[in-house]
T-cell receptor, first 112, second 115 residues
Framework: ELKVEQNPLFLSMQEGKNYTIYCNYS?????LYWYRQDPGKSLESLFV?????AVKQEGRLMASLDTKARLSTLHITAAVHDLSATYFC????????????FGKGTSLLVTP | GAVVSQHPSWVICKSGTSVKIECRSL??????MFWYRQFPKQSLMLMAT?????????EQGVEKDKFLINHASLTLSTLTVTSAHPEDSSFYIC???????????FGPGTRLTVT
């Protein structure tokens, strides 16, 4: 069974600080996704990581993938309040027609 | 980018009634559509995978007779919650994938409340 674990599940950080969210998964997969969800809304795609060593950056967010360690990270640089949201990582489950298995999500609150 | 719509965006129904939720891919052909359910403050859980013209594949623990999924065309999939109960109240989100399986496009979700 494919398991996806995120940590931390809750994160409160001050504006201007840096932090990293971790995503571990249990079986081989070559595709990993990061999403953002605001309260009451659906998912917003942030990054699609398709190969070992992939690194993508958008604004204050940077995601990386290490398929050998089965680990992805989402690094937040100089956080701002607008980044407050829940962040999910998800891994392709090839046994379910390429559906996604999601981590539990990291609820991020950025405070002044 | 590709757009997926859902209708309705929210619905309130009485216990025992049935509710149909539509998921449409607006500007691409969705060979595969997925239905997820999200309870408050929890993650998304896959309910079923549907391919156009085929029967849906349900995840373990999801009652196929209660959650009827139809994927009759390359742009439309429907989820019907039959004989709804309060415990079916949830946020239902569909996603669609075209020929490029690296991308899944999520709909805006449907919030179902069963009273």
């Amino acid at each position: 069974e494919l398991k996806v674990e995120q940590n931390p599940l809750f994160l409160s950080m001050q504006e201007g600080k840096n932090y990293t969210i971790y995503c571990n998964y249990s079986t081989t997969s070559d595709r990993l996704y990061w999403y953002r969800q605001d309260p009451g809304k659906s998912l917003e795609s942030l990054f699609v990581l398709l190969s070992n060593g992939a690194v993508k950056q958008e604004g204050r967010l940077m995601a990386s993938l290490d398929t050998k360690a089965r680990l992805s990270t989402l690094h937040i640089t100089a956080a701002v309040h607008d980044l407050s949201a829940t962040y999910f990582c998800a891994v392709v489950n090839s046994n379910s027609g390429y559906a996604l298995n999601f981590g539990k999500g990291t609820s991020l609150l950025v405070t002044p | 980018g590709a757009v997926v719509s859902q209708h309705p965006s929210w619905v309130i129904c009485k216990s025992g009634t049935s509710v149909k939720i539509e998921c449409r891919s607006l500007d691409f052909q969705a060979t595969t559509m997925f239905w997820y359910r999200q309870f408050p403050k929890q993650s998304l859980m896959l309910m079923a995978t549907s391919n156009e013209g085929s029967k849906a594949t349900y995840e373990q623990g999801v009652e196929k007779d209660k959650f009827l999924i139809n994927h009759a065309s390359l742009t439309l999939s429907t989820l019907t919650v039959t004989s709804a109960h309060p415990e079916d109240s949830s946020f239902y989100i569909c996603s669609a994938s075209g020929q490029n399986r690296n991308e899944q496009y999520f709909g805006p979700g449907t919030r179902l409340t069963v009273t």
